[in-house]
């Protein structure tokens, strides 16, 4: 008889079905690589928003800043509750906006700092923490809009913005920043456009007699693509998880894909020509075929507009997906794998000898991009952390 504290448990169950792996050392390389090309005054912020793009933010966190990141990047407040309760205590610059006093006391509370977009907001956010029990000061980031659009003050009216933040209490410029529409471009016509923009900003404020503390623009396309927009600091997503902005980026540096997306087969069948497979019958065999059914669906985040047109790694051997994608499970034509097992584990994403599938691979597939896929990956699936190359994963699991 089972005890209760035998008895199976969710933890346990981590590899039973699909998973993925993040590699903690490709997110040291990678780091290392994008410190690489920085001089020693500009810092790096380590982007992890959205769960670390789909990778587990604490894990990455951790990871990046022990490899030589100093600050880190967020979305959400929320997301940055979750860095400081796992005990992180690194900057944190949330880069979305946020404006009610709800939102402001957490900022504070948390020792997080905002991204300011308006003189609106700076007016706001000075009121709220004037009326905290005990009024701190905050450290606050600044966004200038310098030809993307979306958050952030207009760059001609910097100045005024800068003064405004100056002179309210409580609040501490720490950083005025923008942030680049098309820096992975191989034509940096756009880009330079904006790096000019940033910098009349920044001479118009340093004429009112303000220089401030730390400047930034470049995401992962602009670091990798002009170290004249590096100033105090980068912040880089994509690059952190090992894929390149454009495949023009390839030659810069070396990285390496922290993630792979595994899934166990749960049953192997052969079928005779003619026989239709999966919601729809999208594919029929025209001969007699070996199907892998495989424990792993659009709602683990395979999208199913993949459906006929993916591929995955079984044994190091590349083989077709065949059939409409459903909810939880998918069927590959395991034909040309001789003896294939229930319970060994098959490759969607990432490496298995010497085949490998690329996040880009399904992205141009898709006619998306790679950091779509990453963000992709539902929470069904559980993030094993990995320090090495993955083990071998064709020894067999006795179920
Ligand atoms: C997401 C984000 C980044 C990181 O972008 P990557 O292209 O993934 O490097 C940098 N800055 C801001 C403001 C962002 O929102």
């Excluded at 993040?22 to 690589?33: G, L, T, Y």
């Excluded at 900057?91 to 906006?97: Q, R, S, Y």
Aim: glycine share 6%; charged share 15%.
């Amino acid at each position: 008889m089972l005890s209760w504290e035998q008895s199976p448990s969710i933890a346990l169950m981590q590899r039973e079905r699909a998973w993925v792996e993040v590699d903690v050392s490709a997110i040291a390389h990678n780091v290392r690589q994008i410190r690489s090309l920085l001089s020693e005054k500009t810092a790096l912020m380590a982007v992890v928003k959205a769960d670390a793009y789909g990778h587990g933010a604490t894990t990455v966190a951790q990871a990046a800043l022990q490899a030589g990141a100093t600050w880190l990047g967020v979305a959400t407040i929320p997301e940055g509750i979750e860095l400081r309760e796992a005990g992180i205590d690194a900057p944190v610059l949330v880069l979305g906006a946020n404006h009610t006093p709800e939102q402001i006391r957490a900022i504070a509370h948390w020792h997080l700092q905002p991204t300011l977009c308006t003189p609106r907001q700076a007016l706001i956010f000075a009121e709220v923490l004037a009326d905290l029990p005990q009024p701190c000061s905050l450290a606050v980031h600044l966004k200038l809009d310098t030809g993307m659009s979306r958050l952030g003050t207009a760059w001609q009216e910097a100045a005024a913005f800068v003064q405004l933040v100056q002179r309210l209490p409580h609040l501490t410029l720490a950083s005025v920043y923008s942030h680049l529409a098309t820096a992975e471009d191989p034509d940096q016509t756009i880009a330079k456009q904006q790096q000019q923009q940033f910098e009349a900003a920044i001479a118009q404020i340093n004429a009112c007699g303000i220089k401030p503390p730390c400047l930034h623009l470049a995401n992962s396309g602009g670091t990798l693509s002009d170290t004249a927009v590096h100033y105090n600091m980068v912040r880089v997503g994509l690059a952190l998880y090992g894929l390149y902005p454009a495949d023009h980026l390839r030659t810069v540096l070396d990285l390496k894909p922290a993630l792979q997306v595994r899934a166990r087969v749960t049953q192997v069948k052969t079928i005779p020509p003619g026989t239709g497979i999966s919601y729809g019958h999208r594919f029929v065999a025209d001969r007699e075929l070996k199907i892998a059914v495989v424990a792993i669906g659009y709602a683990d985040g395979v999208p199913r507009n993949l459906s006929n047109k993916m591929e995955a790694i079984v044994r190091g051997q590349r083989v077709p997906q065949v059939g409409a994608v459903t909810m939880d499970q998918l069927m590959l034509n395991v034909s040309a794998v001789s003896n294939l097992r229930e319970g060994e584990v098959v490759t969607l994403l990432g490496q298995d000898g010497n085949e490998a599938i690329a996040a880009d691979d399904w992205a141009t597939t898709l006619g998306t991009i790679s950091w779509e896929i990453l963000c992709g990956f539902k929470h069904r699936l559980p993030r094993i952390a990995i320090d090495q190359a993955p083990p071998n994963f064709r020894s067999k699991k006795s179920w």
